[in-house]
């Protein structure tokens, strides 16, 4: 299916007209035995959101096969996943609409409050991990603002889809509409202009006196969508100032020849592009520049894998058809010589390039490009299906990308904490990880019909954050 093609005129003449890359290309038409691996590639990812979730509390697991906690930005990506696997006919829509009822259901009634233990979240929010069968705060995690907001873009979703008059319909609405309603975002704001990152009941060394976090939500990053929901909060909506202070942080610069606002991980620039559909709206950061937040991702993409030509650390595996750094999982934390070249790798890392940083250890992960489909199909897809050829099963499983690969850890050295090493080939991960496999399968998802994008432009609670983060233009014309 061709991707949906969408109207990028602003609202004032004055503005320049939006800017493509200097590396744009033709519109790209996957072949038919392409289309068949996406098909397979979507399919088993789904199936990793339907069949490892706890079916009793529809917690997801942050990973599997290795016994987990849930995690609650997996949850999101869950929720967003049932309604893509009932339009492809994988599960019925009364099984998806089930398992959505048992999850919203268990997160409005789980326990909300400020003791350090018993609790599932405080002021709306939820805690980063929860135990997969209580689903109680996880050991000493934090309240996660951004994982909260990821789990609501999941609801969100299933608000839209589950449309119907029918009682269960309207009692998954009623449920998000309770739990997007009673999320504090003032209260996260720690008397601050912008969000804070997360809340502690306990004392910690990176805690203020009120018990949150140290750091706040500055630009640019995976908490765009974050802002959105806050601003467009029904209950307790935070100032458009937060936006501009939001865009204020920004880092504009150049890049692998590409020019864009810089954020090392790809998963920044993903993330949130999952369910808003960026295309042809701008705010003031944006119109300043003449593009929109699509390009800018789409600019970034287009960077890592220039690195990844250029490969300036010589690392095995990199080129046109093996590119992708982002979080991932990793062999272990050590340092020694491969192939006469000591090198330093990594366990869970936020892998990534850009003009501010290089955090890279040899590790690819498949989630960089294949989350990267809509904005660089050319590239994005070939690079999946040379993936799934050359490394074969070891890569590509029971749901599709295991996490992440290193081709430079091809021979065996110290004990490693994830994953096994073909020897001569490279080292592999064993787990898929929650929030690594839904960028996949809703990026897919969007490129192919524009599913999420749909949903959520439908939204009158999307709009009010976008419109009231002074976004313009394009589809939300008229509508602010």
Known sequence: MATLALSVATSCASRPPLATSSSASAPFTPTAPQQAFLDTLSRRTFDFFWQTTNPRNGLTPDRWPSK?????????????????????????RDSARARVLTTLRFFWTAPQGPARTGMTGYKGFFYHFLDMETGRRFETVELSTIDTALLLAGALTCRQYFASDDATDREIRALTDSLYARVDWQWARDSAVVVNMGWRPDSAAYQNARGFNVSSWRGY?????????????????????????????????????????QFAPLFGHQYSQLWIDFRGIQDAYMRQRGIDYFENSRRATLSQRAYAMRNAGAWRGRGPLEWGLTASDGPLDSTFIVDGRTREFHTYWARGVDATEVRDDGTIAPTAAGGSIPFAPEIVVPTLVAMRHTYGDSLFGRYGFVDAFNPTLHTGGPPLHHGYIVN???????????????????????WRSGFV???????????????RAGFTGGWLTGRC
């Open 221 to 261: 990053d995976e908490g765009m969508l974050l802002y959105v929901l806050a601003l467009g909060s029904p209950t307790h909506p935070i100032t458009p100032d937060a936006w501009t202070e939001w865009t204020r942080t920004y880092r504009w610069d150049r890049f692998e020849g590409e020019e864009f606002v």
């Open 68 to 92: 987990s906690f849930s995690s609650v930005a997996a949850v999101g990506f869950a929720l967003t996943a049932y309604p893509i696997g009932v339009e492809h006919g994988w599960v019925s």
């Open 453 to 467: 994008w749909q949903l959520f432009r439908k939204d009158a609670d999307i709009v009010r954050g976008l419109c």
């Open 424 to 446: 001569g080939l490279a080292w592999f991960d064993r787990d898929y990880l929650g929030i690594d496999q839904g960028p996949i399968l809703g990026m897919i998802e969007n």
